[in-house]
């Protein structure tokens, strides 16, 4: 059933992903980065259809991909370049009516990020940059997010040889954009808030956050680097509309107790959501 779900997510990112391109980025006359950049360069003097260009560059990825990365990583980049390509050629030019450049690229990326970010999430890759990033940390070292990024450089330079300087910066604020909304859904959005507490009490905070908020607790024994005394040090994970009720919990019990707060972006298992 999950692998059901990861080929409809594969199809859902690349109708997204397309959307995106043809009704914001394509009408307000921009670019993208990575292949789908060098195939609208390339349509631009050829005439061909941008997702068939797209799907011709990447044949030979493919192979590379099959060959360094395994069985299961290469089929679900078929599937994903495919689907976009065929998605980019069949879905029409949606006109919004919105002629501002800025909002076009705005909605744009975040249309891209969102249908990158579905496929992603699966394990699956739109090939391109994506495997001569990984051909080229595999033979050479290099750091992934370098070799992505100068990947893009490269095309957005492209960009403003044949379309001008001013339409390669929109088009790289676009690109940010997409990066954002790609790592807000890889990154998940069930944040919550992580506590850490030291206290000279732990006993009845734990039974406390076990019985009033219905949260786990999980008991770290730690040693103080000025002091070397012996410590507890309670973590728990709770929702965000639940930290004051826990800080106010802590503060009745011992007013001295050291507490830290902080933003984790993604919780899975019990009282949050599915595990893998």
Request: proline content about 2%; charged content about 10%; overall charge neutral.
């Amino acid at each position: 059933m999950k692998r059901v779900w990861d080929y409809l997510s594969i199809l859902g990112g690349a109708v997204i992903y397309a959307y995106g391109l043809n009704a914001f980025i394509l009408a307000a006359n921009l670019s993208e980065g990575g292949f789908t950049g060098i195939s609208i360069i390339l349509h631009h003097f050829s005439g061909w259809p941008i997702g068939r260009i797209n799907l011709l560059l990447n044949v030979p990825l493919f192979f590379f991909g099959w060959h360094l990365f395994g069985r299961q990583f290469a089929i679900r980049t078929i599937i994903a370049t495919v689907a976009v390509s065929f998605a980019i050629d069949l879905l029409p030019t949606i006109q919004t009516g919105v002629s501002n450049v800025l909002l076009n690229l705005v909605y744009g990326g975040a249309a891209l990020g969102l249908g990158l970010g579905l496929i992603f999430r699966t394990g699956g890759t739109t090939a391109g940059s994506d495997i001569i990033a990984r051909i080229l940390h595999h033979y050479l070292g290099w750091a992934m997010g370098s070799a992505l990024f100068s990947f893009d450089v490269l095309v957005m330079i492209g960009v403003g040889i044949v379309f001008g300087v001013e339409t390669a910066m929109y088009s790289a604020l676009a690109l940010f954009v997409a990066a954002q909304v790609i790592n807000l859904v890889q990154s998940g959005l069930s944040s919550a808030q992580q506590v850490m507490i030291i206290t000279e009490n732990p006993e009845k905070i734990t039974h406390q956050i076990l019985n009033e908020l219905d949260r786990g607790v999980t008991i770290f024994h730690a040693e103080g680097g000025y002091t070397h005394q012996q410590r507890p040090v309670l973590y728990c994970v709770v929702s965000r509309n639940e930290v004051v009720r826990l800080k106010n919990l802590v503060r009745t019990v011992d007013q001295h107790a050291f507490v830290t707060v902080s933003t984790i972006h993604e919780v899975l298992g019990e009282g949050f959501g599915e595990p893998y």
